[in-house]
């Protein structure tokens, strides 16, 4: 079982910057994570991917996200972030840590982060 910290989010005003970190554990100490990212849900819309890093630091971003996102991770520590740059009020959700491990996926609580015009 892994269980996934968020902190950041918040409220910003449109062209303004917003920084999410993770952090993943397990109860047994033991930890493999592959793939870590992030997927954010807007209200009335689905979940969707925002960028993704593999474990040898492949990534891939959203069409929305490229060019004003960036993400990283730090696989000792089991850390991931989302340096989020340019924002727009269509950048407005709920945004879900995610981390799988063979064959299951695990999901943060979800960060609110709100952009005003």
């Known amino acids: 079982q892994v269980q996934l910290v968020e902190s950041g989010g918040g409220l910003v005003q449109a062209g303004g910057s917003l920084r999410l970190s993770c952090a993943a554990s397990s109860s047994t100490g033991i930890i493999y994570i592959m793939d870590m990212g992030w997927y954010r849900q807007a209200p009335g819309k689905q979940r969707e991917l925002v960028a993704i890093?593999?474990?040898?630091?492949?990534?891939e971003f959203a069409n929305a996200v490229k060019g004003r996102f960036t993400i990283s991770r730090d696989n000792a520590k089991n850390t991931v972030s989302l340096q989020m740059n340019s924002l727009l009020p269509e950048d407005t959700a709920v945004y879900y840590c995610?981390?799988?491990?063979?064959?299951?996926?695990?999901w943060g609580q979800g960060t609110q982060v709100t952009v005003s015009s």
């Open positions: 890093v593999s474990r040898s630091g492949g990534t």
């Open positions: 995610y981390s799988n491990w063979g064959t299951n996926a695990y």
